[in-house]
Nanobody, 122 residues
């Protein structure tokens, strides 16, 4: 079993910054990709940023130039540095990881964190 534990959400004024962290633990062989999604009230969950184990990244157009995703492969941890925050960034942010594990053979499964609230006041 694999657990993803997020931290770092909170309340911030527009223009401010927050840093989210997500640590994966459990039966892990490797994590090919980790990502952050968000879901605002009444809206669908959307991809914010994604990073591979090799460091390749992609971002939603709405956050390009303001958010930075990074990871520490040795710690199985992904980060999201959020700068120049806007009220429209308000949402629950979810960590996501594609985890490869061994159970007689190799399997890859997608796991989700419990979510952390980010609120940006105007």
């Amino acid at each position: 079993q694999v657990q993803l534990v997020e931290s770092g959400g909170g309340l911030v004024q527009a223009g401010g910054s927050l840093r989210l962290s997500c640590a994966a633990s459990g039966n892990i062989f490797r994590i090919p990709a980790m990502a952050w999604y968000r879901q605002a009230p009444g809206k669908q969950r959307e991809l914010v940023a994604r990073i591979t184990s090799g460091g390749s990244t992609n971002y939603a157009d709405s956050v390009k130039g303001r958010f930075t995703i990074s990871r520490d492969n040795a710690k199985n941890t992904v980060y999201l540095q959020m700068d120049s925050l806007k009220p429209e960034d308000t949402a629950v942010y979810y960590c996501n990881a594609d985890v490869t594990y061994w159970r007689g053979t190799y399997y890859t499964h997608t796991y989700w964190g419990q979510g952390t609230q980010v609120t940006v006041s105007s």
